[in-house]
DNA sequence: TCGGCGATAATGTCTAGACATAAAATCGGT
DNA sequence: ACCGATTTTATGTCTAGACATTATCGCCGA
């Protein structure tokens, strides 16, 4: 309050408040910026960067000679946080136990895809386990990780800290790619998980990789009815 | 190739491979404005516009006097991209059409919590409908849209474009939240699908506000093998 | 040793131009 | 009526400054 925006600012704003109020419609060709200089007393340098700024948020689509013009909106995006699975439960207040079921040091399968797309080869460390929630089966989580990157996984026992949540706290990384699907469940794990073969479940699926170099794959299961996810979003980053 | 990167790219596209390169490691403090300007021969404001970029785009941090320095990349959030069902047809190169299957206008049913989550009361109009991917059903879609909102879709016909569209192209939004999960089929599902009764499908939901009045509720079903959602996260967007 | 305070160094915003580039619009010839 | 060359126009990029803002550092006094 009382402070008033920089000027670049309040273009910005008008304008996106035009658009997001339904005056001006998606393809309205919205004043050059030489009109906006005029309008609003200033260079055209800073109209200019109030309305790239709109283009990089996506709102307006700029063309050459064609002019400004509001965008078309072609897709949905929203910024998903995908929790560590200690904190979803801490925040039902369950209690949360992992256990590995599996763990194994091999050379990486060229049979599976999802190990290829993560390194052609080397050695890495498998392991398998089970998120609880208070006494009943809340996921299943198959993971490799890359032994070349990671070599102090192989120290590491995986016993009491699930490996998501280590790898997290101690390993940096640059990309990840996240997965999402639905899946019936496989014979084995359905016992896992108490439930009839064949139920539905909720499958994500997560690569992660410091530079060109890959560092885990990993692979959640999740009883349809145990989990979701859920992305907000608001144009033009509010 | 032949065509040399304008000078501001260029320089942006230089720190960008500095610092994924992994060179410049998260919290090195990177040259000062005037040091990049000396090197590359250029105003300020050029050196200025790439480094705001880069910090637009997460891979650094600006601070008055403490100067610009490589950002630490922030835990598993990703931007995920949920597309107009007719984008993803186009990008498979399969035929779409939509095919309107119910529509009804009546009052809010306040027994849904779904209806409910989006307005209070008021007139709306229901949808339902199903998406075609060549000669099958491809995903299953209820929808309802607030009257008040959006007038114009009690004239709207939905016969040849999908609601989601139309919307997408008419009517102004400033907030949405999406809901992910799997479930079992419904009886009338699955027989709309295709499918057994019970089998696993991906459910996406939306609701989708202008400021504070709600617009549209949607509720797509999608088989489990016919659809999957990918979220990437590599600072700086590429 | 600690706290405050001013100098300084860095980015933030802006101006008034210039030239480059691309695409729509127009004009001219067939 | 059509196609191609030219003009026009709006944005893209850049310069060489100016002043504003603010966090940090170092100094000085209690």
């Excluded at 560590?84 to 949360?96: F, H, L, T």
């Excluded at 049979?111 to 998120?131: F, K």
Aim: contains cysteine; aromatic residues 6%; glycine residues 8%.
């Amino acid at each position: 309050m009382g402070v008033p925006l920089p000027l670049g600012r309040r273009i910005r704003a008008d304008i996106e408040a035009q658009i997001k109020g339904g005056h001006w419609p998606p393809g309205y060709r919205l004043p050059t910026e030489q009109e906006l200089q005029t309008r609003y007393g200033c260079a055209r340098a800073t109209v200019g960067k109030a309305l790239s700024a709109l283009a990089d948020a996506g709102l307006v689509e700029r063309r050459k000679k064609a002019g400004t013009i509001v965008a078309t909106p072609r897709a949905h995006t929203a910024v998903l946080t995908i929790p560590d699975i200690a904190e979803v439960m801490a925040a039902r207040g369950q209690a949360y136990r992992f256990e590995l079921t599996g763990r194994a040091v091999r050379a990486v399968d060229p049979a599976s895809s999802n190990e290829r797309a993560l390194m052609a080869h080397g050695a890495m460390i498998a392991l398998a386990g089970m998120h609880h929630a208070d006494s009943s089966v809340f996921a299943l989580e198959r993971r490799v990780i890359s032994l070349a990157q990671v070599p102090e996984a192989e120290s590491e026992p995986f016993v009491r800290q699930a490996p998501g949540t280590w790898l997290l706290q101690h390993i940096p990384w640059t990309r990840a790619r996240h997965r999402i699907c639905a899946a019936s469940l496989a014979a084995e794990d359905a016992r896992a998980l108490g439930l009839p073969e064949g139920s539905a479940c909720l499958r994500l699926e997560r690569w992660t990789w410091r530079e060109l170099a890959g560092i885990t794959y990993v692979e959640q299961t999740f009883a349809a009815d145990q989990f979701d996810l859920i992305a907000e979003f608001s144009p033009g980053g509010v």
